[in-house]
């Protein structure tokens, strides 16, 4: 199994959750929903890679994570002249 095809499935899996809570849905409802959002992200995952849209998506992903980690994380750790920024 592919590692998309498992982050595909705890994506979905997390917007079910947030919708079931958010809608107040039931097991059939769930079950709705779950087969609903498989089928959707099995086609756009099929369709990334059919256009190799796949490469490019994990690309910008990956910068924009380590773009995320060394730059913005660590400036937003920097607080001027010792205090904290939230205070400023």
Known sequence: MEIALLFGGVLVSLIVEVTKKKLNLNAG????????????????????????????????????????AFIIKNVKDISPSGTDRETI
């Open 29 to 68: 409802g769930v079950m709705v929903l779950v087969a609903i959002l498989s089928l959707v992200g099995g086609f756009a995952y099929k369709a990334m890679l059919a256009y190799g849209l796949w490469e490019a998506f994990i690309s910008v992903l990956v910068a924009s994570g380590a773009f995320y």
